[in-house]
């Protein structure tokens, strides 16, 4: 039973990799006979791909390139969840509602307005646990975990330009949109007081742990410091250890480090770490267009080239009762 069930198994895999085999040589099969019917109606083939690709290099024209800006942003107080929600509002712009405008909502001109689209957001994640960002979560790939923390005070934010001199324009008016927004302003001036509150607290436990190693270590140098220490041998008469609080300072320099850098960027409920940088490279570029085009043209052309080849075929099909 053991042989047979192992038998069984094996027939199993060997018929998968001759399905994989058969199915593979029908691809290159199909392939081939699509090449084939290009080349015997090359009169409609060639004229196809000419239209796409003169339709691809019209819409990757330099005026019309869209290009990536992105930002990483620091929100003060509110979460990284509402920085989300409000950012993307964006996104959801209408020009049917004047209340949901572009323009009236970023205070710009409708021209400007019109060049900008795709507002999203994307999480910042800090490898080694230092609060310091080391990549930018594009694909919304990495997990929740240990060894990939999502940071709760940053977000990456990301809009498409066709007008990219514009962009410090739109960097002023969507700093001024985030930082006028009542969910976003509201929890910045407590989140403000508690961390001045915080960043003096460590200043001063340092500046008293100072204080204390010199006066300790001064007053411990001015006299002998004796001490007697019994042994099985007798009495020892040695000096006194001196600790100074070395580790603790060290620990509070640390703490008061990271606490400095944080009030730094909290000036405003949100502030940019980096500040929008576009990408050389346009989505809509005219070799990535041209590629596209030449797939889509070629298998569009073959539907028609197949339509032309069966046409009586199809004829007959459609009048046939």
């Keep these: 039973m053991q042989q047979q069930r192992e038998m069984n198994l094996f027939d199993l895999f060997s018929a998968l990799g001759r399905g994989i085999g058969r199915g ?8 081939g006979e699509c090449v084939r019917l290009s080349l015997r109606k090359w009169w409609i083939t060639i004229p196809v791909l000419g239209l796409f690709i003169a339709a691809a290099l019209y819409l990757s024209r330099e005026e019309n390139r869209t290009y990536k800006v992105t930002a990483v942003a620091i929100v ?23 209340h949901q405008n572009l323009a009236t909502t970023l205070g710009i001109s409708q021209e400007l307005a019109a060049d900008n689209s795709w507002f999203v ?7 080694m646990a230092d609060d310091i960002p080391d990549v930018i979560d594009f694909e919304y790939e990495l997990p929740y975990d240990t060894t990939s923390i999502h940071m709760t005070d940053r977000l990456a934010l990301q809009f498409r330009t066709k007008k990219t001199n ?9 700093l001024n949109y985030l930082n006028t927004r009542e969910s976003i302003l509201k929890p910045y001036a407590q989140f403000r007081t508690n961390l001045e509150r915080e960043a003096k607290f460590h200043h001063d436990q340092l500046e008293k ?15 002998a410091q004796l001490s007697l ?54 989505i809509n570029g005219p070799i990535k267009c041209t590629a596209i085009a030449l797939v889509i043209g070629w298998l ?22």
């Design 24 to 31: 593979i040589k029908a691809i290159f099969m199909g392939i």
């Design 76 to 98: 003060n107080g509110a979460t990284k969840d509402v920085l989300h929600r409000e950012y993307t509002a964006l996104d959801k712009s209408s020009y049917l509602f004047n």
């Design 121 to 127: 957001t994307y999480d910042i994640i800090d490898f």
């Design 166 to 174: 514009n962009v410090p324009v739109l960097q002023e008016a969507i």
């Design 209 to 223: 742990l100072d204080s204390l190693t010199s006066v300790f270590y001064f007053s411990n140098n001015q006299e």
């Design 229 to 282: 220490h019994n042994t099985k041998n007798g009495v020892v008469l040695g000096g006194r250890e001196i600790k100074l609080f070395l580790d603790d300072i060290q620990d509070e320099m640390d703490i008061l480090k990271k606490t400095d850098n944080r009030l730094a960027y909290a000036s405003a409920p949100v502030v940019l770490q980096t500040p929008f940088v576009v990408e050389p490279n346009a």
């Design 300 to 321: 569009f052309s073959i539907m028609i080239a197949t339509l032309v080849e069966h046409f009586k075929e199809i004829l007959d099909w459609i009048k046939r009762k």
